[in-house]
């Protein structure tokens, strides 16, 4: 958590996609991930904990996580009714 956030889970081949979850929802997102490959989708799953704490990282981590060429991302929160 230390960086706010990091690929948990990386494709095999150059990723298409990018799966990001804060918390709980990230075993779904590694979940889909397996079911994207399954159809030829390569995705990279993040899991980013903090939101503030990336905002604190520079540029360079920033691209590493997020490269703006990569430009498809599915940002997954579960509802809750605490926070």
């Known amino acids: 958590m230390k960086k706010g956030a990091y690929?948990?889970?990386?494709s095999e081949t150059k990723p298409e996609i990018i799966l990001?979850?804060?918390?709980?929802?990230v075993?779904?997102?590694?979940?889909?991930?397996l079911k994207l490959k399954e159809q030829n989708i390569a995705a990279r799953v993040v899991s980013m904990p903090s939101w503030e704490l990336f905002e604190k990282q520079d540029k360079a981590y920033k691209e590493k996580i997020f490269p703006k060429?990569?430009?498809k991302r599915l940002a997954v929160e579960a509802g809750s009714p605490l926070g």
């Open 7 to 10: 690929i948990l889970s990386e």
């Open 20 to 25: 990001i979850g804060t918390g709980s929802e």
């Open 27 to 33: 075993q779904l997102l590694l979940a889909a991930q």
């Open 69 to 71: 060429a990569l430009r």
